[in-house]
């Protein structure tokens, strides 16, 4: 059963915290009392999400998917803070257009940040959790559930780390620390507002069911999934709807194998067009850390 906890004085730490998901949940985080680690790839824009915070805050630039310098960052952490009573796996990037065309280097990237860089994540704040009896929420999403055409990349990593999160509730939930799942629908993010401007995807989405079809606004999403931390939840929905997802999920893949295979027959002139690289201001500032550590 999930247990209500203050936010008052907890030490929290959010990946992925220079936009976003990310940004505003440190934000609301700080608002509600906890102290915020910030980590990412955008030094400037890290700090200046810090700045603004309401109380003790630090940031870190580190590569999620980057076990030493994981490692790193949480003994620096706890030695700032004292403790971390909650990590939150959110650091995520996405690529987008059938698997055939899609740049290799990319579509391995998203599995890399997305699914690598939570499990890295968890293994190097693991001991600060323990000691704590902290909470861990990774962040996944609607595409854990509805395997997509056009998305392979980003769906597989999804479904990849909410098994991940399950089987590490598992692990360590006899020595107190909570581990839970956050889902998100299409949120108002840079990320999905790169997305759309790959023009058959835009025009996929749009074809969806609703309430599926819809772009959600960034602030209600996070509040949920604040609330879900304050409970300690193992699962979290971004928005109201998702939770009966779960009843269904199982119906989807044949359901979505039948639309999409019509879909694709429809779209097929222009699956090539559209970009091919990781969306959005995330995908570029993660490209471009990966270019200058080469």
């Given at each position: 059963m999930?247990?209500?906890?203050?936010?008052?004085?907890?030490?929290?730490?959010?990946?992925?915290?220079?936009?976003?998901?990310?940004?505003?949940?440190?934000?609301?985080?700080?608002a509600?009392?906890?102290?915020?680690?910030?980590?990412?790839?955008?030094?400037?824009?890290?700090?200046?999400?810090?700045?603004?915070?309401?109380?003790?805050?630090?940031?870190?630039?580190?590569?999620?998917?980057?076990?030493?310098?994981?490692s790193?960052?949480?003994?620096?952490?706890?030695?700032?803070?004292?403790?971390?009573?909650?990590?939150?796996?959110?650091?995520?990037?996405?690529?987008?257009?059938?698997?055939?065309?899609?740049?290799?280097?990319?579509?391995?990237?998203?599995?890399?940040?997305?699914?690598?860089?939570?499990?890295?994540?968890?293994?190097?704040?693991?001991?600060?959790?323990?000691?704590?009896?902290?909470?861990?929420?990774?962040?996944?999403?609607?595409?854990?559930?509805?395997?997509?055409?056009?998305?392979?990349?980003?769906?597989?990593?999804?479904?990849?780390?909410?098994a991940?999160?399950?089987?590490?509730?598992?692990?360590?939930?006899?020595?107190?620390?909570?581990?839970?799942?956050?889902?998100?629908?299409?949120?108002?993010?840079?990320?999905?507002?790169?997305?759309?401007q790959?023009?058959?995807?835009?025009?996929?989405?749009?074809?969806?069911p609703?309430?599926?079809?819809?772009?959600?606004?960034?602030g209600?999403?996070?509040?949920?999934?604040?609330?879900?931390?304050?409970?300690?939840?193992?699962?979290?929905?971004?928005?109201?709807?998702?939770?009966?997802?779960?009843?269904?999920?199982?119906?989807?893949?044949?359901?979505?194998?039948?639309?999409?295979?019509?879909?694709?027959?429809?779209?097929?002139?222009?699956?090539?067009?559209?970009?091919?690289?990781?969306?959005?201001?995330?995908?570029?500032?993660?490209?471009?850390?990966?270019?200058?550590?080469?």
């Amino acid at each position: 059963m999930s247990t209500h906890r203050s936010l008052e004085g907890r030490v929290a730490v959010v990946t992925g915290a220079a936009r976003g998901v990310g940004e505003l949940l440190a934000r609301t985080l700080s608002a509600r009392g906890a102290r915020v680690a910030l980590v990412g790839l955008e030094p400037e824009a890290l700090k200046e999400v810090s700045e603004r915070l309401h109380t003790d805050s630090d940031h870190w630039y580190a590569d999620v998917t980057d076990q030493e310098a994981m490692s790193r960052v949480a003994q620096e952490v706890e030695q700032r803070f004292g403790k971390v009573d909650i990590v939150v796996a959110n650091a995520g990037v996405a690529a987008g257009g059938p698997l055939a065309d899609s740049d290799p280097d990319s579509w391995r990237r998203v599995i890399e940040v997305n699914l690598i860089g939570g499990a890295v994540t968890a293994r190097a704040f693991l001991p600060a959790l323990t000691a704590s009896r902290g909470y861990f929420l990774q962040i996944a999403s609607l595409a854990a559930m509805t395997p997509a055409p056009m998305m392979s990349a980003y769906c597989a990593s999804k479904s990849g780390v909410e098994a991940f999160a399950h089987c590490l509730r598992a692990e360590v939930g006899h020595k107190g620390v909570k581990v839970g799942v956050g889902y998100l629908s299409w949120t108002d993010t840079d990320m999905v507002r790169g997305a759309d401007q790959h023009e058959v995807m835009r025009e996929l989405r749009g074809r969806l069911p609703w309430p599926a079809n819809r772009t959600y606004p960034l602030g209600p999403a996070v509040d949920r999934i604040v609330a879900g931390i304050e409970r300690r939840s193992a699962h979290v929905y971004a928005q109201w709807w998702l939770r009966g997802m779960q009843s269904v999920r199982g119906y989807l893949p044949a359901l979505i194998a039948l639309g999409g295979q019509r879909e694709m027959k429809r779209f097929e002139p222009r699956l090539g067009e559209g970009p091919k690289g990781l969306v959005g201001a995330g995908g570029a500032a993660d490209e471009q850390a990966r270019m200058q550590r080469n």
